[in-house]
């Protein structure tokens, strides 16, 4: 199977969902990098939060299993031509680069299953739209692991 010739070939993975309103700049961004850090920032000024950097070396496993998911999702063969343009609500990219395929999307940040349904090409963006939510849980789950998130409180939040 590819999937299998692609365990030996280049990885990267970027992906990057954001706006700017209200509270300023608001993203978040993963970074999957060729030597096994996995690089995690997560920015919200809302209610005067600080920004979440988080940076952990992943075992061979879970980049395994990050390329199997990617692999299965078919992503590489979509073309996001009839995708949402970026617009006032935000913008999603992601860029893989797996063996000797790269590819990059950008679209419009995506509310729920109805903005999927409603757009010119909703099979492809369905694809995107759960490949996002699989790579979500991967990373994060994977700095949990980590002990990343030990302390769920952030500097000037107190517990009740």
């Given at each position: 199977m590819a999937a299998m010739e692609e365990d030996n070939g280049?990885?990267?993975?970027?992906?990057?969902?954001?706006?700017?309103?209200?509270f300023?700049?608001?993203?978040?961004?993963?970074?999957?990098?060729?030597?096994?850090k996995l690089r995690y920032a997560n920015n919200s000024n809302y209610k005067n939060d600080t920004m979440i950097r988080k940076e952990v070396f992943l075992t061979a496993a879970v980049l395994k299993e990050c390329r199997r998911i990617i692999?299965?999702?078919?992503i590489m063969k979509e073309d996001d031509n009839n995708w949402p343009e970026p617009d006032r609500v935000g913008r999603?990219?992601?860029?893989?680069?797996?063996?000797?395929?790269h590819i990059s999307f950008t679209t419009s940040k995506i509310g729920s299953l109805v903005d999927v349904h409603s757009s010119q090409d909703p099979e492809g963006l369905r694809i995107f739209y759960y490949l996002v939510q699989d790579l979500k849980m991967l990373s994060v789950g994977s700095l949990n692991e980590a002990g990343a998130?030990?302390?769920?409180?952030?500097a000037g939040h107190e517990s009740s």
């Open positions: 280049e990885f990267y993975l970027r992906y990057y969902v954001g706006h700017r309103g209200k300023g700049h608001e993203f978040l961004e993963f970074e999957f990098r060729p030597d096994g692999s299965e999702s078919e999603q990219e992601l860029e893989i680069v797996m063996g000797n395929e998130f030990a302390n769920p409180f952030h």
